[in-house]
């Protein structure tokens, strides 16, 4: 009987010891759910009193804590002081960021600059409204309404003073007058 409490005891120890689980860190997956979902609704930034911006969105998911709007389909008008619309911008998807006010275009985003006359093509914009900026650090296409097309790796531009700077920029084709 002796013999058999001990033999039961190491059994019983190698048992616990042999199964020791070793913790696996397990990522954690945190899902956050946005406070309010808004389909098809228009949003406006103002500054100064007078409207800066008017954004139509087709669906956007409201994140209270982070201060931000999550967009789907979006199309804004910039407007200048004197309400006039001065730029249009048509992105895929889109975030407003009231923390730092900036709104940033992604995917497939097309600027028309209306008193340039130009369409901006690029992969990403980003709208401080704060700072009156617009900057894309991705290759921008720029189409003239004469037909050429030029490319440049990046731009930035001063909505204030109606000035957009291009970095490196090629010119790759230019329309030919049909005249000749």
Known sequence: MRYLKSIVCVIVSINILSC???????AEVVVEYPDVVQTDYT???????????????????????????????????????????????????????????????SENVVIEKLDDKIKLETDSLALN??????DSKTKVLITKEDGSILIADSMQSDLTNQITTFTTMDLNYFY???EK
């Open 129 to 134: 409204y704060k700072n009156n900026t617009m």
């Open 43 to 105: 949003h406006y930034i103002y500054k100064s009193g007078r409207l800066f911006l008017e954004a139509h969105i087709d669906t956007g998911k409201t994140f209270e804590k982070k201060k931000e709007i999550e967009c789907v389909v979006i199309s804004a008008k910039v407007y200048n002081s004197k309400a006039e619309i001065t730029t249009l911008i048509k992105s895929d998807k889109g975030i407003i960021n009231s923390n730092n006010s900036e709104l940033i275009f």
């Open 176 to 178: 030919e007058d049909e």
């Open 20 to 26: 020791v689980s070793v913790k696996k860190k397990v």
